[in-house]
């Protein structure tokens, strides 16, 4: 059947769609589907399939350009090219944050900042005591991270019982140590520098400031160049891909081209105009008039607002439903066939479960009192002392983040598997602990 002209019947697909939309931007969903991938990867790993798991995240993929070919693992791709659109997510909050956010001043940023990095160097350094030497040295960065997705998934799972005021703190606090890890990732798991590749990197960043001090908005310009060039130059150059998305999305263009007051006269004229052309003789598709006019509305509803607004709302469902998730299933499985207890007491998994469970919590805790203490910050309204430590032990679930600079660390072997289990372990622990704990708390 065909469909008639200017129809105001509903689609048969948006009833059918609702359900989906209101799932993907729920604050749980990026926890409830790497949860869901988490269980799927393990049970694939211990599965009479588990041969096909690893050969298939090991399947050369190849991007071929004429007589130009870049072949990786399929594994890699999604580490340095899916996960580079999740880095580039991160940088655009933490601009945003920067710009307008909690991170705008020193007095919003003091308690934030200085919670993170207590929350980081705790956990380091608690790690580095077990794995001073050895084949698990490399790995101290593994702690660091807190996994926004999980964190804050918990807390809307608590509804009211969370005071919004902790939901911020603990937003800016994760995008304070998204922030740290990048640097961790950028200067010690980096592997030896070309040069002239990064050189190469150095002349498209600029190409992308040029653009954004031009004007240019659209953004295809800044993908080409971003992807194009940028994440293909850090590929080449042994910095890891995924620092070229951070430093792609600082040039992201956060102005609008029209003020608040501007767009309101502009659409109440384009409003008018568009009522004026309106006829019963005239079906939409045959009046012309009236498609341009809607066409200069929708190029008003953009310009009022950001091209970093509008990326970070784009990429964030993707980001969310494909991204982390198919993360999660490359990188989560484990062979349970081999001896878990020797895996738990190795000093790896040591070091990281000792690291989120009781660095990030007291790390972060102690480095607000003495913020708080030193006159440089005030605790949010409506938060408390508990919050705070319910808050640091969400903090110890680290997965994303902690699975990430794991394979960065350890390639292969013992190591690489031990880790894995410890922020199984640790992630697990310190979610239900921070959640048992927000539940005893009574609403003030």
């Given at each position: 059947?065909?469909?008639?002209?200017?129809?105001?019947?509903?689609?048969?697909?948006?009833?059918?769609?609702?359900?989906?939309?209101?799932?993907?931007?729920?604050?749980?969903?990026?926890?409830?589907?790497?949860?869901?991938?988490?269980?799927?990867?393990?049970?694939?790993?211990?599965?009479?399939?588990?041969?096909?798991?690893?050969?298939?995240?090991?399947?050369?993929?190849?991007?071929?350009?004429?007589?130009?070919?870049?072949?990786?693992?399929?594994?890699?791709?999604?580490?340095?090219?899916?996960?580079?659109?999740?880095?580039?997510?991160?940088?655009?909050?933490?601009?945003?944050?920067?710009?307008?956010?909690?991170?705008?001043?020193?007095?919003?940023?003091?308690?934030?900042?200085?919670?993170?990095?207590?929350?980081?160097?705790?956990?380091a350094a608690l790690y580095s005591i077990l794995n001073?030497?050895?084949?698990?040295?490399?790995?101290?960065?593994?702690?660091?991270?807190?996994?926004?997705?999980?964190?804050?998934?918990?807390?809307?799972?608590?509804?009211?019982?969370?005071?919004?005021?902790?939901?911020?703190?603990?937003?800016?606090?994760?995008?304070?140590?998204?922030?740290?890890?990048?640097?961790?990732?950028?200067?010690?798991?980096?592997?030896?520098?070309?040069?002239?590749?990064?050189?190469?990197?150095?002349?498209?960043?600029?190409?992308?400031?040029?653009?954004?001090?031009?004007?240019?908005?659209?953004?295809?310009?800044?993908?080409?160049?971003?992807?194009?060039?940028?994440?293909?130059?850090?590929?080449?150059?042994?910095?890891?891909?995924?620092?070229?998305?951070?430093?792609?999305?600082?040039?992201?263009?956060?102005?609008?081209?029209?003020?608040?007051?501007?767009?309101?006269?502009?659409?109440?004229?384009?409003?008018?105009?568009?009522?004026?052309?309106?006829?019963?003789?005239?079906?939409?598709?045959?009046?012309?008039?009236?498609?341009?006019?809607?066409?200069?509305?929708?190029?008003?509803?953009?310009?009022?607002?950001?091209?970093?607004?509008?990326?970070?709302q784009a990429l964030h469902p993707w980001v969310t439903?494909?991204?982390?998730?198919?993360?999660?299933?490359?990188?989560?499985?484990?062979?349970?066939d081999a001896d878990i207890g020797a895996m738990l007491?190795?000093?790896?998994?040591?070091?990281?479960?000792?690291?989120?469970?009781?660095?990030?919590?007291?790390?972060?805790?102690?480095?607000?009192?003495?913020?708080?203490?030193?006159?440089?910050?005030?605790?949010?309204?409506?938060?408390?002392?508990?919050?705070?430590?319910?808050?640091?032990?969400?903090?110890?679930?680290?997965?994303?983040?902690?699975?990430?600079?794991?394979?960065?660390?350890?390639?292969?072997?013992?190591?690489?598997?031990?880790?894995?289990?410890?922020?199984?372990?640790?992630?697990?622990?310190?979610?239900?602990?921070?959640?048992?704990?927000?539940?005893?708390?009574?609403?003030?």
């Open positions: 059947m065909m469909e008639q002209p200017g129809s105001r019947t509903q689609p048969l697909i948006q009833p059918m769609m609702e359900p989906f939309q209101r799932f993907i931007h729920a604050q749980s969903t990026g926890g409830v589907l790497l949860l869901a991938a988490t269980v799927v990867a393990m049970i694939w790993a211990n599965s009479p399939w588990a041969g096909f798991y690893e050969t298939f995240w090991n399947l050369p993929v190849s991007l071929v350009v004429g007589p130009y070919a870049l072949t990786e693992p399929l594994l890699e791709w999604i580490n340095e090219g899916l996960m580079a659109m999740f880095f580039f997510v991160i940088g655009l909050e933490i601009k945003r944050e920067i710009l307008v956010g909690e991170l705008a001043s020193f007095r919003q940023a003091a308690l934030p900042l200085t919670a993170a990095l207590g929350g980081a160097m705790l956990p001073t030497t050895g084949p698990g040295a490399p790995g101290w960065g593994i702690p660091m991270a807190t996994d926004i997705a999980f964190a804050l998934g918990i807390l809307a799972l608590l509804g009211s019982r969370v005071p919004l005021a902790l939901k911020v703190f603990l937003t800016a606090l994760a995008i304070a140590d998204d922030l740290m890890a990048v640097l961790v990732i950028a200067l010690f798991y980096t592997s030896t520098i070309s040069w002239l590749s990064l050189g190469v990197g150095a002349v498209f960043l600029a190409l992308l400031i040029a653009a954004n001090l031009a004007g240019v908005r659209h953004p295809l310009v800044y993908s080409v160049l971003g992807i194009g060039g940028l994440w293909l130059a850090f590929l080449m150059s042994g910095v890891h891909a995924t620092i070229a998305g951070v430093v792609a999305a600082m040039t992201i263009p956060a102005r609008t081209r029209l003020t608040g007051r501007e767009f309101l006269s502009r659409g109440k004229d384009l409003l008018e105009r568009f009522e004026q052309a309106m006829s019963p003789e005239k079906p939409p598709l045959a009046n012309r008039e009236r498609q341009q006019i809607a066409h200069h509305m929708k190029t008003a509803v953009q310009q009022v607002e950001t091209p970093l607004q509008q990326l970070e439903v494909v991204v982390m998730p198919v993360f999660a299933l490359a990188n989560a499985g484990i062979t349970l007491i190795n000093p790896v998994a040591l070091g990281v479960i000792l690291g989120l469970l009781v660095g990030k919590p007291v790390g972060i805790v102690l480095s607000s009192w003495l913020v708080i203490r030193g006159g440089l910050a005030t605790l949010p309204s409506g938060v408390s002392w508990p919050h705070l430590w319910a808050v640091g032990c969400l903090a110890g679930i680290g997965f994303t983040m902690s699975l990430f600079i794991t394979g960065l660390a350890f390639t292969h072997g013992p190591s690489l598997m031990s880790a894995k289990v410890g922020i199984l372990v640790a992630s697990t622990t310190a979610g239900t602990i921070g959640w048992l704990f927000l539940k005893r708390i009574r609403p003030e």
